[in-house]
């Protein structure tokens, strides 16, 4: 069951979800080449503590796996869920940073992939495209509508620059939870899937690679790594569903949709 959130929870939902975008904008701010993901990690986890909010990643549990990072830090090839190392960061890496928070027991989790100086034309070409991909779906955001016509637009949008979506990670519900109902995959068909109504609040986040679509997972059981080694994008946004427009919770005016 999906859940509706009332209008106090929206407003407790709010207040988390500006509090993530802060935290993306401020980690952002710390990309540079020479530092490690390891230091963006810890950096990251200072600024929650400092906020008074707890780490939404730390501690998660997937089957047997628990995972050690503060937030997901991924570079280039590495699609999602990458744990800070002692790895610098170098001159035209993408980074892909994911940071999810809990304040007053609700979710903000949003993401973005931020280029390390200048970066290849194939690869500027991935970032626009996956954040377009991201603003389409969203767009679409709207009661009445289905969850397969999110999926679709993220799906099109890749196809037509040549891109492949990933398919085995999805977007879903967020609320008290870091993952509710429903899922919402990169793909999919218009039309079909639960229909979206107002008080619902979504993470939608497309993965796009630019070559194959298949992923493969690293030994550390997290790490999820595109399987011919080309680079990947990652945006995110939480988005309510209303009577009108949708509203990107995670809106963040610093790095706006491109």
């Known amino acids: 069951m999906i859940p509706i959130k009332n209008a106090k929870e929206i407003e407790k939902m709010r207040k988390a979800c500006r509090t ?3 935290m993306l904008d401020q980690v952002s701010d710390l990309i540079r080449p020479g530092i490690t993901t390891k230091e963006v990690d810890q950096a990251a986890a200072d ?5 008074g909010v707890k780490r939404a990643f730390l501690g998660y549990r997937m089957g047997h796996h628990v995972f050690p990072g503060n937030i997901c830090i991924s570079l280039n090839d ?5 744990i800070g190392s002692q790895r610098r960061i170098q001159y035209g890496d993408i980074v892909k940073l994911d940071i999810g ?12 992939t931020v280029p390390v100086g200048i970066v290849d034309e194939r690869t500027d070409d991935l970032l626009r495209v ?9 767009r679409v955001a709207h009661e009445g509508h289905r969850v397969g016509d999110i999926c679709a637009e993220i799906d099109d949008e890749a196809r037509q620059h040549g891109f492949s979506v990933v398919r085995e ?5 967020v609320g008290r939870k870091m993952h509710e109902e429903p899922q919402i ?3 999919g068909k218009r039309g079909s899937g639960p229909k979206l109504k107002a008080g619902m609040t979504l993470a939608i986040e497309p993965m796009i690679n630019i070559g194959t679509s298949e992923v493969r997972l690293l030994k550390d059981g997290w790490t999820v790594c595109t399987a011919d080694g080309r680079p990947s994008a ?7 569903i209303t009577k009108n427009d949708p509203e990107i919770l995670t809106w963040r005016a610093k790095t706006q949709l491109r």
């Open 101 to 112: 928070i809990v304040e007053d027991g609700w979710v903000g989790d949003n993401a973005t």
């Open 185 to 187: 995959p990169n793909y």
């Open 20 to 22: 993530a975008s802060d």
């Open 130 to 138: 996956t954040a377009n991909a991201l603003a389409r779906a969203i």
């Open 169 to 173: 990670f999805v977007g879903h519900g």
């Open 78 to 82: 590495e699609v999602v869920h990458g």
């Open 47 to 51: 600024f929650m503590s400092d906020a």
């Open 234 to 240: 990652h945006f995110e946004h939480t988005v309510l």
